[in-house]
């Protein structure tokens, strides 16, 4: 059990069968009336965040979220199948509960998998991948103005904006959160 006088940042906790974490807290004693803990808090399974008081003395039970690394192995349908590093076995995964960013992941990629009592809720892939560059535009020698962007497809069928002078056959280095082309990368 956790008190919310006992608050920190990141601490997990269970309130109402939601699964919270405490993003900020402040302890606000005001001149007249009794403290109260100002907290911004974050539900863990669906994302949203909320602003909420607590008295000090509120107890809730600590929640538990396990994140391990397993490495993504194939997809059948809807499912995808994910190899735990340590005991080598297959966890299927639904489709429902990939972000848009798992398009830039392919086979044998190391994913972040989030999971609370067993049930997984959320799959973050590495912030960074090196893909190639399958299909885009021929760029064209003197085609040098600058923040000018054109559509390519990379290995695994995602496309991303790139410079004009990135060619087909690159290896190129893609921030998942944003789904933006960093830089070139050596293959």
Do not use: W
Not at 75 to 98: A, C, H, R, V, W
Request: charged share 30%.
């Amino acid at each position: 059990m956790i008190s919310a006088g006992d608050f920190k940042n990141g601490v997990t906790f269970e309130q109402d069968g939601k699964v919270l974490q405490v993003i900020e807290f402040q302890h606000v004693k005001p001149g007249k009336g009794a403290a109260f803990v100002r907290a911004k808090v974050k539900n863990v399974i669906t994302g949203g965040v909320v602003e909420t008081t607590f008295n000090p003395s509120d107890k809730f039970e600590n929640a538990f979220v396990e994140r391990r690394d397993m490495e993504y192995s194939y997809n059948d349908g809807d499912l995808y199948y994910f190899m735990d590093q340590e005991t080598y076995e297959l966890e299927p995964i639904d489709k429902s509960l990939m972000g848009d960013s798992f398009k830039f992941v392919k086979e044998n990629m190391t994913c972040n998998i989030h999971s609370y009592k067993g049930k997984i809720y959320n799959v973050d892939p590495p912030n960074f991948v090196d893909l190639v560059v399958t299909e885009t535009d021929p760029g064209f020698k003197g085609d040098t103005a600058t923040n000018v962007l054109k559509p390519a497809i990379v290995e695994t069928g995602a496309e991303v904006k790139v410079p004009l002078f990135i060619e087909e056959g690159e290896k190129i280095r893609i921030d998942t959160r944003s789904g933006e082309y960093m830089e070139r990368t050596k293959s």
